[in-house]
């Protein structure tokens, strides 16, 4: 790709992401930003104050923009988010299983969004702020890890697709978050570059899914409280507060004792029925 081209740089309003076009723009390409709108705050309430998601971190990266001297458009994608990652998000659950909302997101939000925005924009590249690379052989592109160990987002990578990979890239790659922090210190982005990291699920007020999971169905708790806990040969164990408040793995907050540490194997959500036992038999 020639460094005079056009890039779609996905941006957040965060370090990383502003770094990444900070790099671009220096390297010659023609920038241009975006940033997807994603939650309707009517609904969330002001309980939700994830930074990658706020209105204030939206209005953040277009100021970043016209500071560094590019084009920035932000773009509403909230009915999309809300069809097919808050609803699948509680589909899941309700269905016994743990979802990752963030890997949906990147892959049918996110990336999905800023392809079709790149081909408007005539733009050949996207690139975001992920602490990956991208690596090809024989015509196929594959997903590695980047320098920084302790930032390693590959996981939640894993669902792009060839296309979508061919043509992605990562500047962050072959750098740590700490040098990531004193690039945009040095550029003048003093504020930017100590600004707090959220890991939390930026839909989730507190992160706090079962609360979630019942604001949206307020009857839940009354409909499934009582299920049973049974262990691998289905003996039963005690009474459970409802399937859904638990994942599988969990150790803590089962509110039962059996003399040693127990963790959840199973769910069953039809019968609502919750299997525990010993770590072993979690990993078989």
Aim: hydrophobic share 35%; charged share 25%; net charge positive.
């Amino acid at each position: 790709m020639s460094k005079s081209g056009k890039i779609l740089v996905g941006m957040s309003g965060g370090v990383d992401s502003t770094v990444t076009a900070l790099l671009l723009h220096e390297q010659g390409y023609e920038v241009i930003g975006i940033t997807l709108n994603i939650l309707d705050y009517n609904y969330t309430g002001e309980r939700v104050k994830n930074p990658c998601c706020s209105i204030e971190s939206i209005m953040g990266a277009k100021e970043i923009a016209d500071f560094i001297g590019f084009k920035h458009y932000i773009v509403d994608v909230k009915n999309e988010f809300q069809h097919k990652v808050i609803d699948k998000f509680v589909d899941e659950y309700m269905s016994g299983r743990t979802p990752n909302p963030c890997i949906r997101c990147n892959s049918d939000i996110k990336w999905g969004e800023m392809l079709v925005q790149a081909d408007k924009f005539g733009c050949e590249k996207i690139a975001t702020g992920h602490y990956a690379n991208i690596k090809e052989k024989d015509g196929r592109f594959f997903l590695s890890k980047g320098k920084d160990n302790l930032k390693d987002q590959t996981y939640f990578l894993w669902a792009l697709d060839q296309n979508t990979l061919s043509r992605t890239v990562f500047p962050l790659g072959n750098l740590t978050k700490p040098e990531v922090r004193s690039i945009a210190f040095t550029r003048g982005h003093t504020q930017i570059a100590h600004k707090q990291e959220n890991f939390d699920i930026c839909f989730v007020p507190d992160n706090d899914y079962r609360l979630f999971l019942k604001e949206r169905d307020p009857g839940l708790e009354e409909k499934y409280e009582g299920g049973n806990f049974v262990d691998i040969n289905g003996k039963f164990l005690g009474k459970h507060k409802g399937y859904m408040n638990y994942t599988i793995g969990q150790r803590k907050g089962l509110g039962i004792a059996l003399g040693k540490p127990a963790y959840v194997i199973a769910i069953d959500a039809k019968t609502n029925t919750v299997v525990i036992g010993d770590r072993e038999k979690l990993n078989k």
